[in-house]
């Protein structure tokens, strides 16, 4: 689960003891796979500098963990290892706006999938501390250029914080890329949670009413909270400090206007509600909003709030059997001509990977290709605070960038080269060895 800092230490389920143990046991390479800093030079590569942005034929000079050089009269110096990238193209890495990655490994076994907490009020749980830097989805999501993700807790309506990681290092605290962090608040709804969701339309109703009440009642709480806490700060000598009550003290940055509340919405009218809230508690200018698989209905009243989007998954039928089939594709673009500001997120654990296909989707349905590349580079380092370290490839940045065939967001593009804070890393991961031994099975059966 997702640790607080009052958590306390629980024995480990046999089942998770077993699971440690044989990881425990495996050699050092068959936990990790290190990769090795150069320097480096990325030399005769298309170079897309940024969205719209493109070099014909430079180099990327790549020291320690950063871009040293980037351009087409860039020198090499001689201790450099240069790789030829004729015909190839260098991309900045890619970054998905909203993940579980890291934060399960297997679906059936409740020990591995860290991001769901009990209760309702949970807002000082921190998902960074449950990363899983082991974890096999993660080799499996960077070979597609993804070298970025914000991964997220859920459940109860506010199940913590969120933390921006790159997909390379040894401990969670080596992968955190800093930035913002994120409050995440799961805005009650009046929509069906699927297909299979018989309720009738009173009942939704008076449980998302409910649930409402209840997420007002926290945050009035929350702020008495935070003004006893500042009052005592500048009296601590005759003001008595509240009891310390973890959540509590996990939502203070968010009152105080210091952090952005991202508020998970994806049915139209939960959109409109959502927004409405924050403007009546103030705190508007704060919000990133999530998911808004119905945003195009109200994106408007998006653009007029002046709210981020981290739409998706768009990978998905339309929320209503009246709209078109390809509705969910069209909404970043919809978002986008409306004048919203629109990143791309998966929603994903294990195939976080098709973040590129995500994006081809949308680039297809009106997007744009240089406005969806846009929309998992520039934009959502800019909305979570990191356009200084990452997004584009620029003298001073991290080196995150991958080298490919052609168009990341075509399915028949290879990846040829990854780098992730100046490291190359290996190519390898479970589905390409999967491949391989299946590609050349040999059964050893006699005939």
Same mark, same amino acid.
Request: aromatic residues 6%; hydrophobic residues 40%; glycine residues 8%.
């Given at each position: ?94 970054i ?32 960074l501390?449950a ?119 996990g ?7 210091e ?10 009218p ?17 919000v ?35 709209? /078109? ?7 970043? $673009?919809?978002? +986008?001509?409306? @004048?919203? !500001?629109? &990143? =791309? *997120?998966?929603?994903?654990?294990e195939?976080? /990977? ?7 989707? $949308?680039?297809? +349905?009106?997007? @744009?290709? !240089?406005? &969806? =590349? *846009? ?73």
């Amino acid at each position: 689960m997702l640790s607080s800092p009052c958590s306390r230490v629980r024995p480990l389920p046999a089942a998770f003891a077993l699971l440690l143990a044989a990881l425990l046991a495996l050699p050092a390479h068959a936990q990790k796979q290190p990769g090795f800093q150069g320097p480096f030079a990325l030399t005769n590569a298309q170079l897309i500098v940024a969205p719209g942005d493109t070099v014909d034929s430079g180099t990327v000079l790549i020291r320690d963990d950063s871009i040293a050089a980037v351009g087409p009269d860039v020198t090499v110096p001689g201790e450099a290892r240069s790789i030829d990238c004729t015909g190839l193209t260098v991309y900045p890495g890619f970054i998905d706006s909203g993940t579980h990655l890291g934060l399960a490994e297997i679906g059936s076994l409740p020990e591995t999938r860290d991001f769901n907490e009990i209760g309702e009020l949970t807002a000082h749980m921190n998902a960074l501390t449950a990363v899983n830097p082991n974890s096999v989805h993660v080799p499996t999501t960077r070979v597609h250029g993804i070298t970025s993700v914000v991964t997220e807790p859920e459940n109860g309506i506010l199940p913590g914080t969120a933390a921006l990681i790159g997909l390379h290092g040894y401990t969670p605290e080596q992968m955190h890329l800093g930035g913002v962090t994120l409050t995440k608040l799961d805005f009650p709804s009046v929509g069906r949670d699927g297909p299979s969701d018989d309720r009738s339309p009173t009942t939704i109703q008076e449980e998302a009413d409910k649930a409402l009440n209840t997420l007002n009642e926290l945050w009035t709480e929350a702020e008495r909270y935070a003004r006893i806490d500042s009052a005592v700060a500048v009296d601590p000598e005759t003001r008595r400090k509240p009891e310390f009550v973890p959540a509590m003290e996990g939502l203070i940055p968010v009152i105080r206007g210091e952090q952005p509340l991202m508020i998970s919405a994806n049915a139209a009218p939960d959109i409109s509600r959502a927004l409405d809230w924050a403007e009546e508690r103030g705190v508007l200018d704060q919000v990133i909003l999530s998911g808004a698989m119905e945003g195009w209905r109200v994106a408007d009243e998006i653009a007029a709030a002046g709210v981020p989007v981290l739409v998706g998954s768009i990978m998905q039928p339309p929320s209503r059997e009246s709209d /078109r089939y390809d509705k969910a594709y069209r909404t970043p $673009a919809l978002l +986008h001509d409306a @004048g919203v !500001t629109v &990143a =791309l *997120r998966s929603g994903k654990t294990e195939n976080v /990977r098709n973040l590129v296909f995500h994006a081809g989707f $949308a680039a297809s +349905h009106g997007l @744009g290709k !240089t406005e &969806a =590349l *846009r929309a998992v580079t520039t934009t959502p380092a800019e909305i979570f605070g990191v356009a200084d370290q990452v997004g584009t490839l620029e003298t001073g940045k991290r080196a995150n960038l991958f080298v490919a065939t052609g168009d990341p967001f075509q399915p028949d593009t290879d990846l040829r080269h990854l780098f992730i804070d100046g490291y190359k890393l290996p190519l390898d991961n479970r589905a390409t060895k999967l491949y391989d031994e299946f590609l050349n099975r040999n059964p050893g059966l006699e005939k």
